[in-house]
C-alpha cells in the first residue's frame, strides 16, 4: 500500500485541512498500517495549498490552486497505482476524489466512486453562493450545467464519472439543496442513505458496491458523514447525534477493499 498526502484546503470552507496529512502521520497512522500487516510505502506529501478568501471569483474560490492540486494529485495517483495496488490518500477537501477520477482515467480505467459523505456534492457555482469547491466536487466530475469547465477540462476526460459509476453511502439528503436532490433524481444516481449505513453498515456498504459495475473503484470518505459527537474532526459540526460512529464506519470500510481510497 502507498500512502499520499494532499495537504490542500483552496477548495475547502477555511484554512486548516491541509494539516490533515501531517496529523494523521504525527498520530501514529503509518505505524498502525504496518502493525496491521500492511507493507506500506510512504510516497510523502504534494505541494501545499491553503485557502484564502477569492474576492475576484467568490462563488468558484481558488480555481486556479484547485485545477493545479487536481493535477498534480492525478500524475502522482496514477504513476502509484499498478494493477492490484492500493492506494490511501489523505485529503484536504473533497475535491481528492475528483482527482483520484482523474488517476483512473489517466490510466485508461473507468473510474467507479463509492462516496461517502453526509453531502451530494452536487452544487455548481450557480447555485449556492458558499464559494467552495469541496461542495461542488462531484458536479464537476459528472459535469453538470454550470461548471467550471476549466476544471472539468483541465483535469481529464469530460466528464470525469458517468452517473452508473456513482454511489453514494451515509448521505443525509435533507442537508442537501434542491438543486441537488433534483439532480441526483434526474440522472438515477444511486444512493445508500445515512440511516442504512449506521443501522447496518456491513450491509449498507455491500448494497452500495452492488450498485457499482465490477472492477477497481474509489472509496471517497469525509469525515463530516461521522457523528460529530463521536470524532468531533468536521468542519461542518452539525452532524451531532447522527451519522455513524467511526466503529461503524470501520466496520462499513471493511466489507471489501479497493485498490483505491481517497479519505
Avoid at 496529523?23 to 503509518?30: E, K, N, P, Q, Y
Avoid at 482515467?105 to 473510474?111: I, T, V
Avoid at 443501522?199 to 463530516?224: E, K, M, Q, T, Y
Wanted: proline fraction near 6%; charged fraction near 20%.
Amino acid at each position: 500500500m502507498s500512502v499520499l498526502g494532499v495537504p490542500d484546503s483552496a477548495g475547502a470552507y477555511c484554512v486548516g485541512v491541509e494539516r490533515a496529512p501531517a496529523a494523521l502521520r504525527d498520530a501514529g497512522l503509518i505505524q498502525a498500517l504496518t502493525v496491521a500487516g500492511c507493507e506500506v510505502h510512504d510516497a510523502g506529501d504534494l505541494t501545499l495549498r491553503r485557502w484564502a478568501p477569492d474576492r475576484e471569483s467568490p462563488h468558484v474560490q481558488n480555481l486556479k490552486a484547485e485545477i493545479e492540486a487536481m493535477v498534480e494529485l492525478r500524475d502522482a495517483a496514477a504513476a502509484l497505482v499498478e494493477d492490484g495496488a492500493r492506494l490511501l490518500v489523505l485529503g484536504g477537501s473533497c475535491m481528492v476524489a475528483v482527482g483520484l477520477c482523474a488517476a483512473m482515467a489517466k490510466r485508461d480505467q473507468r473510474p467507479r466512486l463509492v462516496y461517502i459523505d453526509r453531502h451530494l456534492d452536487l452544487n455548481t457555482p450557480h447555485r449556492t453562493t458558499e464559494g467552495s469547491l469541496s461542495w461542488m466536487g462531484m458536479a464537476h466530475a459528472l459535469r453538470l450545467d454550470g461548471t467550471a469547465s476549466q476544471l472539468t477540462n483541465g483535469a481529464g476526460p469530460d466528464p470525469l464519472l458517468a452517473p452508473a459509476d456513482l454511489v453514494y453511502l451515509g448521505v443525509d439528503e435533507d442537508e442537501a439543496t434542491d438543486w441537488e436532490r433534483g439532480q441526483r433524481q434526474a440522472l438515477g444516481i444511486s444512493i445508500v442513505p445515512q440511516a442504512e449505513l449506521v443501522a447496518s453498515p456491513v450491509d449498507a456498504a455491500r448494497a452500495a458496491l452492488n450498485c457499482l459495475p465490477s472492477g477497481p473503484f474509489i472509496v471517497h470518505v469525509d469525515v463530516d458523514v461521522l457523528d460529530f459527537l463521536d470524532a468531533p474532526l468536521a468542519e461542518n459540526v452539525n452532524g451531532r447525534n447522527s451519522g455513524p460512529t467511526v466503529e461503524l464506519l470501520q466496520l462499513s470500510l471493511s466489507t471489501r477493499s479497493g485498490p483505491t481510497v481517497a479519505v
